[in-house]
């Protein structure tokens, strides 16, 4: 199964197979490739901060109402909210499923407190970080809580395979928009 795949809001793959519930080995795959999905994003995220002077994280465009560091700073804040976001959707719960409009001006408002003073390098650190727990909760998926979810940040319903596979879509996602902001791309 590809990322693209599996990164639908709403797509949710069958756990069942031939008459039973998903194998070991199943799960094992799943694992492994929410696993390599991380590790691309967390070297891709190091890549471009890396490669960035500090007052590149100052740099906006007009109709982008983000920094790059904001970008940076909201994409942060998605791994850290990775493991909570997890444990609801592997109680079949929802996770901060607020209507679009009330939940973009909240965010917005967070990120921008967040992101006031951050160096190039204390984000790095930060999302390196915040990869950790979420690379030790996949270990812990049990093979019939892959498929199990909830609805997520108004967006629709999320299984805990598409949370985890998401993330790497939502920093490819970003950090073409931090190369936007930086003319590296049209």
Same mark, same amino acid.
């Given at each position: 199964?590809?990322v693209?795949e599996s %990164?639908q809001p709403?797509y =949710?793959?069958s756990s069942? #197979?031939r008459g039973?519930?998903? /194998?070991?080995?199943?799960?094992?795959?799943?694992?492994?490739? #929410?696993?390599?999905? &991380? +590790?691309?994003?967390? #070297?891709?995220?190091q890549?471009?901060? @890396?490669s960035?002077?500090e007052?590149?994280? &100052? =740099?906006?465009?007009? @109709?982008? @109402?983000? %920094?790059? /560091?904001?970008?940076a700073?909201?994409?942060?804040?998605?791994?850290?909210?990775?493991?909570? &976001?997890i444990? /609801?959707?592997? /109680?079949?719960?929802?996770?901060?499923?607020l209507?679009?409009?009330?939940? +973009?001006? #909240?965010?917005?408002?967070?990120?921008?407190?967040?992101?006031r003073?951050?160096t190039? $390098?204390e &984000?790095?650190r930060?999302?390196d970080?915040?990869?950790?727990? =979420?690379?030790?909760l996949?270990?812990?998926i049990?093979?019939? +809580?892959?498929?199990? *979810?909830?609805?997520?940040? *108004? +967006? @629709?319903h999320?299984t805990?395979e598409?949370a985890f596979?998401? $993330?790497r879509?939502h920093?490819?996602?970003?950090?073409? $928009?931090i190369r $936007?902001l930086?003319?590296q791309?049209?």
């Open positions: 199964m590809s693209e %990164s709403g =949710v793959k069942k #197979v039973g519930t998903m /194998r070991e080995d199943e799960a094992a795959r799943r694992r492994s490739e #929410v696993e390599d999905s &991380l +590790e691309i994003s967390r #070297v891709a995220f890549e471009v901060l @890396g960035l002077k007052a590149d994280l &100052l =740099v906006t465009r007009p @109709g982008s @109402g983000w %920094s790059v /560091r904001e970008v700073v909201h994409l942060i804040s998605s791994i850290e909210r990775t493991p909570a &976001l444990g /609801r959707l592997r /109680r079949s719960s929802d996770y901060l499923n209507p679009l409009p009330i939940a +973009e001006v #909240v965010k917005r408002l967070y990120t921008r407190w967040a992101a003073s951050a190039c $390098q &984000l790095i930060r999302f970080t915040a990869c950790l727990p =979420v690379l030790a996949v270990d812990t049990e093979c019939n +809580e892959w498929d199990r *979810g909830g609805y997520a940040y *108004g +967006e @629709g999320w805990v598409y596979l998401h $993330q879509e920093v490819e996602g970003h950090i073409r $928009q $936007q930086l003319g791309l049209t």
